[in-house]
């Protein structure tokens, strides 16, 4: 390999989403990681607490409130991923296939298209939320809402898509 091609390499490699969002990440969580372990004398860090003042406060440690943020980076990111390739697919404005791909996930393409990745770690960030629901509230309703309430928009937005390649007929 030449000195050209690794450079290329390197270039395409950095310039996947997923590996740019791992690294910002991995320096997050560092830096959570030393805040909570120093002590900075004469600065006091206010806790973390989620819904204060009723039956239900929390008090979170500041590396759980960077696992909840990365964690709703990473929903964010899903989800409007999701949301972005449904419109291009239904309004036919790309192709995907493995030339044009820049995704991480592209190495699985052969077994599952990268809609469907995007879909199911879109589910899956839904039901990671409507846990955590259950778990500051109590109320078991978060998780029945999260595995089939967001299922169902999942499924119906998935249909439409078919529905609009389809030129909006039924069969």
Do not use: H
């Not at 696992?67 to 404005?93: D, H, P, T």
């Not at 393409?109 to 809609?115: A, G, H, K, R, T």
């Not at 109590?138 to 029945?144: A, K, L, V």
């Amino acid at each position: 390999m030449t000195e050209e091609e690794k450079n290329l390499f390197w270039r395409r490699q950095l310039s996947n989403p997923e590996l740019l969002q791992l690294i910002l990440t991995i320096f997050y969580f560092i830096l959570m990681l030393v805040v909570s372990a120093v002590e900075i004398k004469g600065v006091f860090l206010m806790p973390a607490i989620v819904m204060p003042g009723t039956s239900m406060e929390k008090e979170f440690e500041y590396w759980e409130v960077a696992g909840y943020s990365v964690l709703l980076m990473l929903s964010w990111f899903f989800l409007v991923g999701c949301y972005r390739q449904l419109i291009r697919k239904a309004q036919r404005m790309e192709v995907y296939d493995k030339g044009s791909q820049t995704s991480l996930f592209s190495r699985f393409s052969d077994y599952i298209s990268l809609l469907s990745i995007y879909l199911i770690f879109s589910w899956i960030a839904c039901i990671l939320w409507s846990v955590l629901g259950y778990w500051v509230t109590g109320w078991i309703e978060f998780i029945s809402f999260g595995i089939f309430g967001s299922a169902c928009t999942i499924c119906f937005a998935r249909a439409y898509t078919y529905f609009a390649l389809n030129d909006f007929e039924y069969l």
